[in-house]
């Protein structure tokens, strides 16, 4: 039986076992089309802009078949990248050539993605509110229908397994195994810094939802994510953030010295209470490092602008600093994160003049998928190595104590040392489930 007789039987298959008679339950509509049921229990794919045609959405055009015969495997574009290190070499030396295959990495990555977005959670079709809606998450692929027979449409049980029962028997890990690409702790909780300006859910409305309404790099997680959070941390003189000096050195001001919320648990003290422009970053003193070390350098760059420019007033000043911190971060994330991440040879290179010739619409919409998927516990290891002592999670969760104690320095040092914990499939999740607060 071939490959395509196969696929067709096991699609009617589906339609018989779709109970509630939605044959749009059995996704059967490929390549991005559309489903939609009619009124005659049957369904209708929609390939617009797809490439393809039929009806599921499975005959490509011309143009489409001779781009899908020549374009190579994404594992053929993955060893060619991670080979040959003296022809990537040469072609990193030579800037026309790099730009132009950034160039291409930039614009070929951003049609992967539907822009404006497409669905979210409470529809599985395309409306306005899926697309104007910014407390949602937006969704790559639409909703399970609710009048499907199971949570994942037609496949799997009715009932999905206890989460907690989940977690310990498929995803905790019986032993620490150290990331092969020697990740370090410090690229972890960069990643957990970065990410949570706009992987924020809200815990209120539910998990479709999301409190961070800018989708993007906005640096909210600095400087609050509202105005009203933001005037509390900012000192309104020479565009600076408020600060304190703890043993000669810079950190974030006290949440009882400016009045913004923050999430620590009771029988933490006052003077270990840090307040910055992410409520739960007082969770674990890698996430404070990093506050502190942005708190530093926007007041930094706050001197600098200020010596360029003695005529601009506090506003400016702090706006300015502001977007040179998006542009520093962004840097930083091509050309150090993502670089560490893809293993390539090529090197990546941040510079927004690459696309001001290229015809380039893109919404930026932070995805569910996206959400979901950068759940990287298995980073975090089975204790905290720093200088001389290992910190338990039960020492080091809601202890900032510890980022005073060290300084940022040591702190750095020592996270850049330490190896973090392999991501990967299978039992690779820490157990902290036992951690009790201290």
Request: with cysteine; hydrophobic share 35%; net charge neutral.
């Amino acid at each position: 039986m071939s490959t395509f007789t196969f696929a067709v039987s096991l699609l009617a298959l589906s339609f018989l076992l779709c109970e509630a008679g939605n044959p749009c339950c059995s996704d059967p509509c490929q390549n991005r089309g559309v489903c939609t049921p009619t009124a005659k229990g049957s369904y209708e794919c929609d390939c617009t802009r797809t490439g393809y045609t039929g009806p599921n959405c499975t005959t490509p055009e011309f143009l489409t078949w001779v781009k899908v015969s020549l374009k190579p495997s994404p594992n053929t574009v993955h060893y060619l990248l991670t080979h040959f290190k003296g022809f990537w070499n040469i072609i990193n030396n030579i800037s026309f050539l790099r730009d132009a295959i950034m160039r291409y990495v930039l614009t070929s990555r951003s049609h992967l993605i539907d822009s404006p977005p497409t669905f979210n959670a409470d529809y599985d079709y395309k409306s306005w509110e899926a697309y104007s809606n910014l407390s949602y998450y937006t969704r790559t692929l639409p909703p399970v229908s609710k009048d499907c027979p199971t949570p994942m449409g037609v496949a799997g049980k009715k009932e999905l397994p206890d989460s907690k029962l989940l977690a310990e028997k498929v995803l905790m890990r019986r032993q620490f195994i150290p990331d092969p690409q020697r990740t370090s702790l410090m690229f972890a909780f960069f990643a957990q810094h970065f990410t949570h300006q706009f992987f924020k859910s809200d815990m209120k409305k539910g998990p479709a939802f999301t409190v961070a309404k800018g989708h993007g790099v906005d640096l909210s997680h600095i400087y609050g994510d509202n105005l009203e959070r933001q005037h509390k941390l900012r000192l309104f003189k020479d565009g600076k953030l408020k600060y304190q000096i703890l043993n000669g050195e810079v950190y974030p001001p006290t949440v009882k010295d400016v009045g913004a919320d923050m999430h620590y648990p009771p029988n933490i003290p006052e003077s270990e209470r840090f307040a910055v422009g992410h409520e739960a970053f007082g969770l674990v003193p890698g996430l404070m490092m990093y506050a502190t070390i942005w708190l530093r350098e926007h007041n930094r760059v706050c001197d600098v602008l200020k010596e360029v420019h003695p005529d601009w007033d506090d506003e400016r000043l702090f706006q300015t600093a502001r977007l040179i911190l998006i542009g520093e971060t962004i840097k930083i994330v091509i050309e150090d994160y993502v670089q560490h991440l893809s293993g390539y040879h090529f090197k990546l290179k941040f510079d927004p003049e690459l696309l001001f010739k290229e015809r380039f619409q893109y919404q930026n919409r932070i995805a569910s998928e996206f959400n979901t998927l950068y759940h990287w516990h298995p980073l975090m290891p089975d204790s905290f190595h720093i200088e001389e002592k290992d910190y338990s999670y039960k020492e080091f969760v809601f202890n900032n104590s510890v980022v005073t104690r060290h300084g940022i320095s040591h702190l750095v040092d020592s996270f850049t040392k330490q190896l973090a914990g392999r991501v990967a499939g299978g039992r690779n999740c820490p157990q902290v489930s036992s951690c009790t607060l201290p």
